[in-house]
């Protein structure tokens, strides 16, 4: 029971504190969280690989046909072992994907995967 307490003390504040900084989670009731952005396939995929690569944050793409074309949709899987500070960490770090993303700092490289 700890355990359960403790994963959903994490998954309300990820998901909390992401809604709070205006992301678009849509409806769910479960840990996995998903997070929406506009974008492409191949924004997606840098996201992901800057995520992992930079702030070492794992997150698992869902494309196009699962989600509608120019739409992003990032899935997150917190655990009981997480922390309060990871999740604010997480919370900063899609802040800053999303500004990025915004910036169209994504768009310029591998933009033939859009095309798939």
Same mark, same amino acid.
């Not at 959903?8 to 989670?25: C, P, R």
């Not at 479960?30 to 930079?54: C, K, W, Y």
């Given at each position: ?10 998954? /309300? %504040?990820? &998901?909390?504190?992401?809604? $709070?900084?205006? =992301? !678009?989670?849509? !409806?769910?009731? *479960? ?5 929406? @952005? /506009? ?6 995929? &840098?996201? +992901? =690989? ?5 702030? /070492?944050? =794992?997150?698992?793409?869902? *494309? ?9 949709? @990032?899935?997150?899987?917190? +655990?009981?072992?997480?922390? @309060? ?7 900063? %770090? =899609?802040?800053?994907?999303?500004? $990025? @993303?915004? $910036?169209? %700092?994504?768009?310029?490289?591998? %933009? ?5």
């Amino acid at each position: 029971p700890e355990l359960r307490e403790k994963l959903w003390t994490i998954v /309300n %504040a990820l &998901q909390d504190g992401l809604k $709070k900084e205006g =992301f !678009n989670l849509g !409806n769910t009731e *479960s840990p996995v969280t998903p997070v929406m @952005l /506009n974008g492409t396939v191949g924004e997606a995929t &840098q996201i +992901t =690989f800057d995520l992992r690569e930079n702030y /070492n944050i =794992f997150c698992s793409i869902v *494309s196009y046909p699962v989600v509608p074309k120019g739409v992003i949709l @990032l899935r997150l899987i917190p +655990t009981s072992v997480h922390t @309060l500070e990871d999740v604010e960490y997480t919370i900063k %770090a =899609f802040k800053e994907v999303k500004e $990025k @993303l915004e $910036k169209h %700092a994504y768009s310029t490289e591998m %933009a033939s995967i859009d095309n798939v």
